[in-house]
């Protein structure tokens, strides 16, 4: 009989989980591009409001399928229900790539970026610290090195059993919450920063249309958002999940949209749009604003620590995609392999390590940062429309606040998708085509190597 998961994550581990996935490399980086492209300020809170409306329509629905699938793998079980085998596999094609491996690669090379502040060398892009390959598209300097060694350790703790996991991985939130709430305080009682900023305007920095353009920021702020649905793929060790499930995801994202906010007043009340206008690190520019240039060194300091958070908590929750998909014969074997001594899923562990490893010495972040957008967006909106054909089944649990607003609140998250999907093709082609490009040989190798051999059942 194989080993089974045991359910060791309580309500703060959970809800911990969900936060450190979301609070991440987005909040940090994408406010100087919003301030560059919507050049206003009412619109660039105004995203980051509509962003949470979102994720939290998307969270609801969600915390429902969760409630009648309380297995892990999240998408992957709810496309596989509504849709059938192959949309599930698809799912978990996609979440391999594009839902862990590239936004923990991601969150890696920023942690990277960041120590740089205090070590050039160890700056990604820098070309004269990198190793010579003979391939232009390798990139193997002190940066991607250290990005390399934080995940194998992070996969080494994960392998050692999940409670050490989930130990560490409340450490970093705790941490990374008692930062950022250090910062946001000291920002507004010593922060030399002026209120008349959010008066000010900029020339935007986009030649697009401002409701195209708006959609399409919207995909970057929801990027930032994207951890949400974390709980969803451990259902399969959360402590009672049919009553903890919805609580750990309204909790998690209500009190990662509230930080998210306040973080952007301070941006905005530390330098005006004119400012922010395309700066990457945004929030160590503001600290430098508002503490007098020692704040940056501060506050690169948060954000390596806030990054390493969230890496640890990608690394925890995407094996468990693949534990479930190879329990339905759509991944290889080995990865629903439960170790008898530690009970993880180590070869899926390993899988999704040398997966980012590859990532990261051969992409760039602004890169991975378009295509984990597109990928996300698309299979979150396949599997939030699932609710639909799902509701009607014999004895379906409806989640009360979806079921007081429904179809409203699916309704919300499909019209928001459908707009970021429609204005991304428009405005990030190559991207756009990149993620076809997976998700075409998602297809292909589903049909070629696990069709047959697949055991998929719709409960």
């Known amino acids: 009989m ?14 911990a989980l969900v936060v450190s996935n979301m609070i991440g490399t987005g909040i940090f980086t994408t406010t100087g591009f919003l301030a560059g492209d919507l050049g206003r300020v009412s619109l660039v809170l ?6 949470a409306i979102v994720a939290m329509a998307g969270c609801l629905v969600y915390a429902e399928l969760g409630v009648n699938f309380p297995r892990s793998g999240g998408e992957y079980v709810y496309l596989r229900e509504a849709w059938g085998p192959g949309w599930g596999f698809l799912s978990g094609w996609v979440s391999f790539f594009a839902g862990f491996s590239a936004p923990i690669a991601a ?4 942690f990277s970026a960041y120590l740089s502040f205090f070590f050039p060398s160890l700056a990604p892009g820098s070309r ?5 390959t003979g391939f232009g598209w390798l990139h193997l300097g002190n940066g991607q090195l250290l990005a390399v060694g934080v995940i194998a350790a992070f996969a080494l703790v994960n392998i050692l059993g999940l409670k050490l996991a989930a130990n560490v991985q409340n450490l970093l939130t705790g941490l990374k ?13 010593v922060g030399e920063g002026h209120w008349h900023h959010f008066a000010e305007t900029t020339t935007r920095a986009s030649s697009h249309n401002l409701a195209l353009q708006f959609a399409v920021s919207l995909t970057f702020v929801m990027f930032a958002y994207s951890g949400w649905n974390a709980a ?3 259902a399969e060790e959360i402590q009672s ?6 609580l750990v995801m309204v909790t998690g994202t209500l009190v990662v949209a509230v930080l998210y906010l306040v973080s952007n007043v301070a941006f905005i009340y530390a330098l005006p749009l004119k400012s922010l206008k395309g700066v990457l690190p945004v929030g160590s520019e503001a600290a430098k604003a508002l503490f007098q240039g020692r704040g940056g060194e501060l506050f690169s300091g948060m954000m390596a620590a806030a990054l390493l958070s969230c890496v640890s908590a990608m690394v925890i929750v995407g094996p468990r995609v693949y534990y479930a998909m190879a329990q339905d014969g759509c991944f290889f074997a080995s990865a629903a392999r439960v170790h008898p001594r530690w009970r993880t899923p180590v070869a899926a562990i390993l899988f999704q390590t040398v997966a980012s490893a590859v990532m990261i010495v051969t992409g760039t972040f602004e890169a991975l940062i378009y295509y984990i957008g597109v990928m996300l967006v698309l299979f979150a909106a396949v599997a939030t429309a699932g609710i639909f054909h799902l509701r009607k089944r014999p004895g379906w649990r409806k989640l009360r606040p979806v079921d007081w607003w429904y179809p409203l609140v699916p309704g919300v998250f499909l019209l928001a998708s459908a707009g970021m999907l429609i204005s991304t093709i428009q405005l990030r082609p190559k991207e756009s085509f990149l993620g076809l490009i997976t998700v075409g040989c998602g297809a292909m190798f589903y049909r070629w ?3 047959k051999s697949s055991n998929l059942r719709r409960q």
């Open 2 to 15: 194989p080993t089974p998961l045991r359910r060791e994550l309580t309500l703060v581990s959970a809800t």
């Open 46 to 51: 105004g995203i980051w409001v509509l962003g």
């Open 107 to 110: 969150g890696a090379l920023a």
């Open 128 to 132: 004269n610290q990198q190793l010579p």
């Open 177 to 189: 919450l008692l930062v950022l709430v250090g910062f946001l305080t000291l920002a507004f009682s």
């Open 232 to 234: 969803t793929y451990v």
């Open 241 to 246: 999940p049919e009553r903890t499930l919805p």
């Open 449 to 451: 190597r696990f069709r």
